[in-house]
């Protein structure tokens, strides 16, 4: 009983006799070109994986990590030299003026301008980013303004009767409003930078598959022409 050969089979054989009527040196020189373009094919795609890759962690580190850093320390320092003025106000009440507090919340005042200076000097991913930092910029010039800048006022006059007024429930209000526009800020720089990641590390893992879809198709064919070349 004959058996019917599957197309795949007939196909199969085809290229098999094609290949029989074709010299060791053009075969040779076939399977070699075959490979060549492959390789220069799926290296030329790794290749722009890994840039693309190396792109995104390279924004994380100089515009994600560097504005996040900027945005904590300004922070940092904004409430630095409010407790800075506490304690000034507090020893004072002891009898033990300490003029270098007064002077070291000054100083991290400038350094809190100058990091938001350096954060606002980079350009704005998006309108959400923009939006968030009128709102951050807003309330920290709210609570500077009617916060910390006048209660400087009040102590450089010895007013301390105002320094406390000033410490009440409004400007309580005005510092949670601005360490929540912080808050907020900073989760979407955050989000940005698991996302610029999240996106390299796909980038990496489809070249690992390229590769290895390379050098599966590089054994197929090799296999392949040396069955052909035999038969």
């Known amino acids: 009983m004959k058996i019917p050969k599957t197309p795949t089979v007939s196909h199969l054989s085809g290229y098999t006799r094609l290949f029989s009527h074709i010299s ?27 840039q693309t890759s190396n792109a995104a962690i390279k924004k994380m580190y100089t515009e994600d990590t560097r504005s996040l850093l900027q945005i904590k320390s300004s922070y940092e320092h904004v409430m630095h030299a409010r407790l800075a003025l506490g304690s000034f106000a507090a020893l004072y009440g002891l009898g033990d003026v300490q003029p270098a507090l007064l002077e070291g919340a000054h100083s991290d005042l400038r350094q809190s301008d100058e990091e938001v200076r350096a954060y606002l000097a980079t350009a704005s991913a998006d309108d959400t980013e923009t939006a968030l930092r009128a709102r951050f910029v807003a309330a920290r010039q709210k609570y500077l303004h009617d916060g910390l800048e006048a209660s400087f006022e009040a102590l450089g006059k010895s007013d301390f009767s105002a320094y406390k007024s000033l410490q009440g429930a409004e400007t309580e209000a005005l510092a949670n409003n601005f360490g929540a526009q912080v808050a907020a800020l900073e989760g979407v720089l955050t989000e940005r930078q698991k996302a610029r990641y999240t996106s390299a590390q796909d980038r990496f893992h489809m070249m690992l598959w390229l590769l290895a879809a390379a050098a599966f198709a590089s054994v197929v064919i090799g296999t392949f022409a040396r069955h052909a070349l035999l038969n």
Do not use: E, K, N, Y
Request: aromatic residues 4%.
């Open 24 to 50: 060791l040196r053009t075969s040779i020189t076939l399977v070699l070109t075959v490979f060549a373009a492959l390789l220069i094919a799926v290296s030329a795609l790794a290749g722009v994986a890994l």
